[in-house]
């Protein structure tokens, strides 16, 4: 079958219908050598592992293939120009805590403790003077003290103002009860753990605080006030702001300083008696005869 297929090949290319072999052999060799060279002669690409990487997996990091290090470099270049955005963004809101700080002392006085509720309220205001303006100046006028505007054209204003400052009335009233109830809780509980803190005895029995009843109240006062951390803390300073325990306390110290003189004293010239040396060792013969002695007798 290869002969015969050799004969018809023969024919085609002498009549012109076949390319030569050679020459299609030829051709795809210096293709193939010619692509050979080209990979040769392109570099590498180098990657150096990301500063954010631990010791151990930045000396891994050479072992990946090239196509695994690009990708985690541009992965972390991505992720520090996403979190680079992110600090940038929120110091850009630096400015509304500045002006909540210039203005906190005041805004705490009208229960506002977080800046998130002061700007929901100054929100809200925007909003129902876009709606309602003037209904919404009375409003905030009769808050603030002021006279409200001249009547309007719009009967239902004055209703409408009415329903604004009961709302705003109402809203003081429960936070002003809702203050009332954890103030309450609070004391009740200080009150149970200073009360533990003052039944606690030894193992006879004894009052481990002997002046608790006396300093109770300034006990109190530091633990409300935010002075001292916990009871025992605030135990040890109530006994030195309480007067007449302050002074007990500095007889106390100095009774026992005077006691510890004396008996120091009394120490130093007690009379000490001679110290006896201690027995010779007897020598072998020595020892002999103190046995012979005992037997005789």
């Known amino acids: 079958m290869s002969e015969i297929r050799e004969e018809i090949e023969r024919q085609f290319a002498a009549k012109g219908l076949l390319e030569p072999k050679a020459e299609i052999g030829v051709s795809e060799e210096k293709k193939s050598s010619t692509n050979t060279s080209e990979d040769i002669a392109k570099p590498t690409e180098v990657f150096e592992a990301p500063q954010s990487f631990e010791e151990k997996f930045a000396k891994d990091f050479k072992n990946l293939s090239p196509e695994w290090q690009r990708f985690l470099c541009v992965h972390e270049e991505q992720f520090n120009q996403a979190m680079n955005n992110c600090v940038a963004k929120l110091n850009s809101y630096a400015w509304i805590e500045q002006i909540f700080a210039a203005n906190k002392e005041r805004l705490h006085t009208q229960g506002i403790q977080k800046m998130q509720q002061w700007l929901e309220g100054l929100a809200t205001i925007d909003a129902l003077l876009q709606e309602k303006p003037l209904e ?6 009769v808050c603030y003290g002021i006279k409200p505007l001249k ?3 719009k009967p239902e204003s004055e209703a409408i103002t009415r329903e604004v400052v ?9 936070y002003r009860s809702m203050q009332e109830h954890l103030q309450q809780e609070k004391y009740q509980r200080l009150t149970e753990l200073v009360g533990l ?11 481990l605080h002997p002046y608790f009843e006396e300093v109770k109240q300034q006990i109190f006062n530091l633990l409300l006030s935010g002075t001292a951390g916990d ?3 605030a135990y040890e300073q109530a ?22 003189a004396q008996k120091a004293k009394q120490a130093s010239f007690a009379p000490k008696g001679k110290s ?5 060792e007897l020598t072998l013969r020595e020892e002999i005869e103190k046995n012979m002695a005992a037997f005789r007798d």
């Open 239 to 260: 006994l030195w702001m309480h007067p007449t325990v302050r002074q007990k306390l500095i007889e106390q110290q100095i009774s026992t300083a005077a006691a510890e």
């Open 151 to 153: 009547n309007t054209d």
């Open 166 to 174: 009961g709302r705003l009335c109402n809203l003081e009233r429960n």
């Open 276 to 280: 006896e040396a201690p027995a010779r």
């Open 136 to 141: 919404t100046l009375n409003a905030i006028a």
């Open 197 to 207: 803190f003052g039944n606690q005895t030894d193992q006879n029995g004894h009052l």
């Open 231 to 233: 009871v025992a803390q």
